[in-house]
C-alpha cells in the first residue's frame, strides 16, 4: 500500500490551504465537461481519488452516479461531512489496482493525481485499472500538469510556482527518477507548517502509450476544461481516452 501523505491533519486543512481550486470559477468547468461525458442523469463515473469530494459531490448533483476510489481515510471522513456525501459511494484503497463493482461510462482523476503514483509501473496500472471500469464508448478523462523543466535555469532543479505572503510553492525535480518533489510552506496565524511530497511527473505522449497498453485511444486534448486548445506553451492539459465499442476499430482524435 502506497504511503498516505493526505494525513488528517491535511484532510482538516485542505480546503483552507488551497481555496482556489474550490472557487465555482474552477469547479464549474470541470464538472460541466465531466457530466458531459458521462452522459448527466443517465451516467455513472468513477473518480480516482476522490478524496473530499471537491469535483464527485457538484458531479453527483448534477444527476451523474458517483463511485470513488481514495487511499486516505482521512480525505473521506471530511467528505462524508459533507452535504450529499450519502449519494456518493466511496471505497478505501489504491486506485492503480483497487477494483469496485460495475462498469462505468467516465472514469476520471483530477489535479495531477496521476502523479501521486510514484513509478511508471503504477501509473501503467493505473490505466488498465480504469480501462477495466469502462463501459465500451466510455472514457478515461485526466486533469495534469504538463512537467516545468523549460522553466528551470541552466544547472537548476527547484522551480518556484506559488509566491503569496500565507504560502509558498516549490517543485524540485530529479529528472534521474522522473520525480518531482513538491514542497509547500504556509503561514498559519504567525507559525509556518510545511508539507512535502514526492510525485512521478509524466508526459503527455507517455501517457497516450499508456493509453494504448490499456486498450485505449486519444479522443480529445485540452489546456483547460473550457476546450481551450492544446499547445507547446499549455502549463497543463485535461486528455481524453475513450474504449472502442470494437476492439478493432481506432477512436478518431477530435482535439
Known amino acids: 500500500m502506497p504511503k498516505i501523505y493526505f494525513d488528517e491533519a491535511i484532510a482538516k486543512s485542505y480546503e483552507a490551504k488551497w481555496p482556489e481550486l474550490f472557487e465555482p470559477a474552477v469547479v464549474e468547468p470541470a464538472v460541466n465537461f465531466l457530466a458531459g461525458l458521462a452522459g448527466e442523469s443517465a451516467g455513472a463515473a468513477l473518480e480516482l481519488g476522490i478524496g473530499s469530494g471537491r469535483v464527485a459531490l457538484p458531479l453527483s448533483r448534477r444527476g451523474v452516479r458517483v463511485h470513488g476510489i481514495e487511499l486516505s481515510p482521512a480525505m473521506v471522513g ?33 489535479r495531477n493525481t ?14 488498465r485499472n480504469a480501462s477495466a471500469h469502462i463501459r465500451p464508448g466510455g472514457c478515461f478523462a485526466i486533469e495534469v500538469y504538463v512537467p516545468e523543466l ?57 501517457l497516450d502509450l499508456m493509453a494504448r497498453l490499456a486498450g485505449l485511444a486519444l479522443r480529445e486534448r485540452w489546456s483547460g476544461w473550457n476546450r481551450e486548445p492544446f499547445t507547446g506553451e499549455s502549463r497543463q492539459h485535461i486528455s481524453v481516452w475513450q474504449k472502442p465499442v470494437d476492439p478493432g476499430v481506432v477512436v478518431p482524435c477530435i482535439a
Open 150 to 206: 523549460r522553466r528551470l535555469p541552466p544547472g537548476e532543479t527547484i522551480h518556484a510556482f506559488t509566491v503569496a505572503p500565507s504560502h509558498l510553492g516549490f517543485e524540485e525535480y530529479d529528472v534521474a527518477t522522473q520525480t518531482a518533489f513538491s514542497h509547500h510552506y504556509f503561514i498559519v496565524e504567525g507559525r509556518c507548517e510545511t508539507f512535502s511530497a514526492p510525485y512521478r511527473y509524466v508526459w503527455p505522449s507517455e
Open 114 to 127: 496521476i502523479t501521486n503514483l510514484t513509478t511508471q509501473d503504477e501509473q501503467v496500472a493505473c490505466f
Open 78 to 110: 471530511e467528505l462524508r461531512t459533507k452535504p450529499g456525501a450519502d449519494d456518493v459511494e466511496v471505497t478505501i484503497g489504491d486506485f492503480a489496482t483497487t477494483e469496485v463493482d460495475g462498469i462505468f461510462d467516465l472514469v476520471y482523476l483530477v
